[in-house]
């Protein structure tokens, strides 16, 4: 992706029980060491696995975020996660992200595994 010229002011990785990801997101920051990394900020409270959650608001539910004051500031943002058959759980992440301050014209992509 840094061969399109793409540029990230942060990224977050999904919070998982599998590490599967951890590679791409490696990949993903040294691509882009600049980018703020919020994933550290980013939790699950641990009762739903994203497979098992029915809506978006399931998974709304189930992410914790500690705000770190800049939220305001980003306006594209990278979500890595393991896959995105259903898009539920990147959606779930920008809702959260949203409702902490990211504006809502913020520019996602989105990098999966599968």
């Known amino acids: 992706m840094t061969e399109l010229g793409l540029q990230f002011d942060a990224i977050v990785r999904v919070p998982s029980s599998r590490n599967d990801n951890l ?25 739903v696995k994203a497979a098992d959650a029915g809506t ?5 539910a189930e992410l914790v975020y500690a705000p770190g ?3 305001n500031e980003i306006r594209s943002l990278l979500i890595v996660d ?3 058959s259903t898009g ?9 992200l ?5 504006p809502a014209y913020v520019e996602v992509t989105l990098a999966s595994l599968w």
């Open 56 to 60: 978006v608001a399931d998974m709304v």
């Open 23 to 47: 590679a791409l997101y490696g990949a993903c920051l040294a691509n882009w060491p600049d980018a703020e990394d919020l994933s550290r900020r980013l939790s699950r409270a641990g009762r």
């Open 69 to 71: 004051g800049n939220e």
């Open 82 to 84: 393991e896959s995105s």
């Open 88 to 96: 539920k759980t990147a959606a779930a992440v920008l809702d959260i």
């Open 98 to 102: 949203q409702a902490n301050g990211v």
